[in-house]
């Protein structure tokens, strides 16, 4: 430590000690104000921010505080969440009532809006000397205290440190500092891993001494400004037809981020993104986002102006949705909407009880499909990267692994089934605002009876068709581009999209239709509040069952007859009473003939592979090698086959590197829970069946949240895999652990760490994001 920290530290000591109140410490510095810390980005200081603090704030800060489930609600992730600083309230969290929405950007225009919700700072927002500046500074303090009080010398930290997602959560002011750490000594930051560098503490400490000023973003290149001109050209059209597709079009990206072009990949840099948003201001004005709760909400202005908002916080993996914007996209738009000669004769309403499937009538059932299945991986990644997607409530919902694939739009156009889709639409209505004030077995039971309609009303639409089995074929299943097939793995309490059929064949598949497709978007994505009721969110995912079962059985329809009642009674063992009666009522599923043939007596396995090579087939060369992640030879291989007392002490998710001078390899280790069935809410612990997990293993880094960190040497993978296969309990797995992992203890971890994210980058710079790091366990 040097002198000058040292005699910081001590008058900060003294200080605190006479900081008991908040209007002690306005005595000592003065009231409290926002200030502007935002400047130009060719200002020295702002160069300083952007090119030595942002990387450690990034690195070592970010990977745990940078979502919606952040602890405290401290988004560090850009300049704007580092001065909002922090909240104690939960945002997923078991409320009666909806709460006020609080997202980075759009509910609050300036850092003093933040505080007037509540929002505390971790900068110091009195008197700016710098004593003061590091004193009254919550970050830096809590950084300071990590370098007081760091880990312990041990491999397993101890049962002090709260590393459960639910866990309660300690959120200190600069007024309550002192308490939180006499109470929590070892609670410094990073929270539950090392701290971090000298020089990398030096960077923070000179920063916030200085003010912590920060920088506003680079101003973009003239070409891609013009593109962004050129965009907001095409989505703000004037006539009816065109503010329809607009409105469609953004209710449906607006999660995503936006990109125009791979210029500045191959600089090593990463994509400039872009949000759409709707704004009160015209292209060529500042714009003013509509901070409404859902993008369908009544933006309670006449004219709505879609503008390409730029995306200035950090990317994160886990809520990332990259979309481009390119000439291609211009030309297919064009050729789905804006040169299609359908009329739009009046704009619909908005309303909070929002039917897509009556908003955009006027807008053909195929068009609107086929824009959703361009890319489909992107539509699906929407429920599993979006708000949704947090807590084992919300995705219980799935299968650890499934297959998906999708109907082919052009059969919409046959034997007036675009007519019955518009006439179903009471039927296909989704849970609204309203449902989600009434009590949930009230909401299940009406969406029960409209789906149970809408499954009689198929079987009656099948009967007015002459040989409806010509529909249930393998050519009947969209295969138009690489998004054609996925597979969707999900790791407890959260999940992963990856295009292609990958690895081992799963217990279930599901075959998606239009009004499938466009629900579960309208339901989990759209219509889903991540800031409302434990009500809303019960039903939201009660009502996911219907649309999860509507996918299993068209998929089911796809094997003999006399096969599919045991096959779907196989996926919902020990279910409910209610679930039985429901799955009884869909028994047209199972009588309807179809014209696929078989010559095994396995037909589901021959299914999985008549698909799987179909969409092989499908795909050229460098799209097909790109899709194939799954290890099938080589040293690793045998990680896909361990026996299950290993599986079972496995992580969800598990990045192992492989270190060789340059020639690191990256791979995951995926573990998948099996279950009797995925109907119980709340209750899955007693669906679950360990003693079928398996595991799988896949080149490249899948997930989110790694649960594990292996490293080992090229040489030591057959060693590896050999103790692995021979882990039966706790403790031989924790010797495994003593041998290959980095564990959260490990003074390596940020080292390994920074490895991880460089190879990342650079096996696809566009799908990249920072890890986080709130699930790493600690054994």
């Known amino acids: 430590m040097t002198l000058k920290v040292l005699f910081i530290s001590i008058c900060c000591l003294i200080l605190l000690a006479c900081s008991d109140s908040a209007e002690q410490l306005n005595v000592n510095y003065g009231k409290p104000q926002t200030r502007d810390r935002l400047l130009p980005a060719n200002h020295p200081l702002a160069l300083q921010f952007s090119e030595h603090v942002l990387p450690v704030l990034e690195k070592r800060c970010v990977v745990c505080h940078g979502c919606y489930d952040a602890p405290c609600q401290l988004k560090l992730s850009s300049a704007e969440g580092i ?40 900068l110091n927002e009195r008197d700016q000397t710098p004593i003061a500046n590091l004193q009254g500074s919550v970050l830096y303090q809590l950084l300071t205290q990590k370098n007081s009080h760091p880990l312990p010398d041990v491999d397993v930290l101890p049962e002090s440190f709260d590393f459960s997602l639910n866990r309660q959560q300690q959120c200190p002011s600069i007024e309550t500092l002192d308490k939180y750490q006499n109470d929590f000594p070892l609670a410094g930051m990073p929270y539950g891993l090392p701290g971090i560098e000298k020089s990398e503490f030096k960077i923070i400490e000179n920063w916030v001494e200085q003010g912590a000023p920060m920088a506003q973003p680079k101003a973009i290149s003239a070409s891609i400004q013009e593109r962004v001109e050129q965009w907001e050209g095409l989505l703000n059209g004037a006539d009816n037809r065109a503010k329809l597709v607009s409105r469609y079009i953004y209710e449906h990206l607006f999660l995503g981020h936006i990109y125009f072009s791979e210029e500045a990949v191959e600089k090593g840099e990463l994509p400039v993104y872009f949000r759409l948003v709707r704004s009160t201001t015209p292209t060529g004005q500042e714009i003013n986002e509509i901070a409404s709760r859902r993008p369908y909400d009544d933006p309670k202005v006449d004219t709505v102006y879609y503008r390409l908002r730029r995306e200035t916080g950090t990317i994160l993996t886990k809520t ?54 361009d890319e489909a991986e992107f539509t699906i990644m929407g429920f599993i990267k979006g708000p949704v997607c947090r807590g084992q409530t919300a995705l219980n ?9 999708f109907s082919d739009p052009s059969y919409i156009n046959q034997a007036g089934y675009e007519d019955f889709i518009y006439q179903q639409a009471d039927d296909l209505q ?18 029960s009876k409209r789906q149970k309609s809408h499954i009689n009303a198929q079987h009656e639409y099948l009967k007015t068709i002459d040989n409806p089995q010509r529909y249930m074929v393998l050519n009947g299943i969209w295969k138009g581009n690489e998004n054609a097939a996925l597979t969707v793995f999900r790791n407890f309490d959260s999940g992963v999209v990856k295009k292609g059929l990958q690895g081992e064949a799963p217990k279930t598949a599901w075959l998606i239709t239009y009004p499938v497709l466009e629900r579960i978007h309208y339901l989990l994505v759209a219509g889903f509040d991540i800031y409302g009721s434990v009500r809303h969110q019960l039903v939201t995912r009660l009502y996911m069952d219907f649309l999860r079962i509507e996918a299993e059985m068209a998929f089911i329809m796809l094997l003999p007859r006399e096969q599919r009642k045991a096959e779907i009674q196989s996926w919902y063992i020990d279910s409910t009473e209610d679930l039985k009666a429901y799955l009884n009522d869909s028994s047209f599923y199972f009588n309807q003939k179809n014209n696929v043939r078989y010559k095994t007596d396995n037909p589901k396995k021959e299914l999985f592979d008549k698909l799987n090579k179909r969409q092989n087939l499908s795909l050229n060369g460098k799209q097909l090698k790109k899709q194939q992640l799954a290890v099938t030879h080589g040293a690793m291989a045998g990680l896909s086959d361990l026996p299950n007392p290993a599986v079972q002490q496995l992580a969800q998710t598990s990045f192992i590197l492989i270190e060789k001078e340059g020639e690191e390899q990256l791979f995951t ?49 057959a ?21 290959f992992a980095v564990r959260r203890s490990n003074p390596d971890f940020w080292q390994v760490s920074d490895k991880l994210h460089q190879l990342h980058f650079q096996y696809d710079p566009i799908t990249y994001g920072l890890f986080d790091y709130n699930r790493l366990q600690n054994r």
């Open 430 to 447: 989704l849970p609204s605002v309203q449902s989600s004030k009434h009590f949930v077995t009230t909401s299940w039971l009406k969406f």
């Open 83 to 122: 001065d909002r600083g922090f909240s104690p309230e939960l945002v997923y969290g078991t409320r009666l009532h909806e709460i006020a929405p609080g997202r980075l950007f759009i509910d609050a225009k300036n850092t003093q809006e933040w505080r007037d919700k509540n929002f505390k700072p971790v």
């Open 320 to 373: 990332h949705l990259p979309y481009a914007f390119n000439q291609q996209r211009k030309l297919r738009w064009h050729e789905l909407f804006y040169n299609n000669p359908f009329t739009v004769p009046t704009l619909p309403g908005y309303d909070p009880e929002s039917n897509p499937f009556k908003v955009f009538a006027a807008i053909p059932a195929d068009l609107r499909y086929q824009f959703m299945l």
């Open 397 to 405: 919902v799935i299968q650890d692994k499934f297959w998906v694939l």
């Open 719 to 739: 060693q590896f895999v050999k103790q692995l296969s021979l882990v039966y309990d706790p403790q031989s797995y924790a010797r495994l652990l003593d041998s």
């Open 669 to 717: 280790l995926l573990r998948h829970n099996k279950r009797k069935n995925i109907s119980m809410l709340l209750r899955e612990t007693k669906t679950r069946q360990p003693e079928l997990d398996t595991a799988e293993l896949f080149k490249g880094l899948i997930g989110s949240y790694p649960q594990v960190i292996f490293r080992l040497k090229a040489s030591e993978q």
